[in-house]
């Protein structure tokens, strides 16, 4: 289903100092549409590290299929060096309320795992695995688990990519990829017959894009999270990029790993700090700062209440391979 979308004259101006939005013809890396300039709904949004908090980046929506995708200038090399989740590149540990959340997250990723049947003899492979923390714990539990990520020199084993596996997960991975659909198609090739692929990511057809003004550190900045994010895809894109690859869906999760009842242990509630914080991914890494936090009312009530409800901006999807 095409929509068409009217375009706010001032949407069509970027704001001063923003890269440029394309003039050409845009192509849809999540479905495969081209879409003509006029016709998208477009955002420009500001880089949520501080390393490149300067950028204001362009974005927009496929009217096809709903993905949401970034438009501006990135070297991931460059880029990545400086970022904040990764510890070389942030300098040591994080505080330990980060490790309490990573390690909520990874329980809650195992318990999924197992449901689906992991368990020993089976091999694993964590693609995209930061320092490498998911494939200790699984380890730890007599998984035969490996990780890749090309941005950490210790994970860096390109052979990886050419043996296969009876999973593969990716936390927060397809998202980052310039090409997810020479991606997926790896994945296919990369999988036993009947084994699962497992991708957390958020929803692009859960998020709203911003106004022009959203150089704010709008919460949305996180799910945008310029201009790391170049592919958001929505649910039903990405349905359909796997299963026109032979990967049905099997199972499917909404919420974010991690979410605790106890109050503060919620995404919700990170982005509600993060957001006191200037909108800086950084500050989530940094130790907690509880002025002007404490005087915040919407931190408080995402503190509070917002592990009840499962965060509907982002899912798992799981998926069999049929070959
Ligand atoms: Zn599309």
């Known amino acids: 289903m095409k929509t068409r979308h009217k375009i706010p004259e001032s949407l069509r101006h ?3 100092g923003a890269f440029p939005f394309p003039p050409d013809p845009l192509f849809c890396a999540a479905c495969g549409q081209n879409s003509s300039p006029d016709e998208v709904e477009r955002a420009f949004v500001r880089a949520n590290i501080r390393a490149l908090g300067a950028e204001i980046h362009p974005l927009w929506r496929c009217p096809g299929c709903a993905s949401i995708l970034a438009a501006g200038p990135f070297d991931p090399v460059s880029a990545y060096q400086s970022y904040p989740m990764r510890r070389d590149a942030r300098g040591g540990s994080a505080p330990a309320h980060v490790g309490r959340f990573a390690r909520n997250m990874m329980i809650d990723r195992w318990r999924l795992l197992r ?4 368990g020993p ?3 694993i492979l964590d693609f995209g695995c ?8 699984l380890r730890a539990r007599g998984i035969d688990a490996s990780g890749y ?9 390109a052979s990886l990519l050419s043996q296969r596996w009876d999973w593969i997960v990716s936390q927060d991975v397809i998202e980052h990829l310039a090409d997810p659909g020479a991606h997926l198609d790896w994945t296919m090739r990369a999988l036993n017959a009947g084994g699962y692929l497992v991708i957390a990511t958020p929803d692009a057809g859960r998020i709203n894009l911003p106004r022009p003004d959203a150089m704010r550190p709008d919460a949305m900045i996180m799910d945008l999270h310029q201009p790391f994010h170049r592919v958001i895809f929505s649910a039903r894109a990405l349905d359909a990029a796997s299963s026109a690859r032979g990967l049905e869906l099997s199972g499917q999760w909404r919420g974010f790993a991690g979410d605790r009842l ?8 990170a982005l509600a700090y993060a957001k006191v914080r200037g909108g800086w991914l950084d500050a989530l890494y940094e130790p907690v700062q509880l002025w002007p936090a404490v005087i915040s009312a919407p931190l408080w009530v995402a503190g509070i209440f917002g592990g009840l409800v499962p965060f509907g901006r982002h899912m798992t999807r799981i998926y ?3 070959n």
């Open 121 to 123: 003899g089976q091999r």
């Open 320 to 322: 069999r391979c049929g």
């Open 14 to 16: 970027p704001p001063p």
């Open 149 to 157: 990520d090309p941005h950490n020199a210790r994970f860096s084993d």
């Open 130 to 137: 930061l320092d490498g923390d998911f494939v200790a714990f």
């Open 115 to 118: 449901r689906f049947g992991l």
């Open 262 to 269: 106890v109050p503060f242990h919620n995404l919700r509630a």
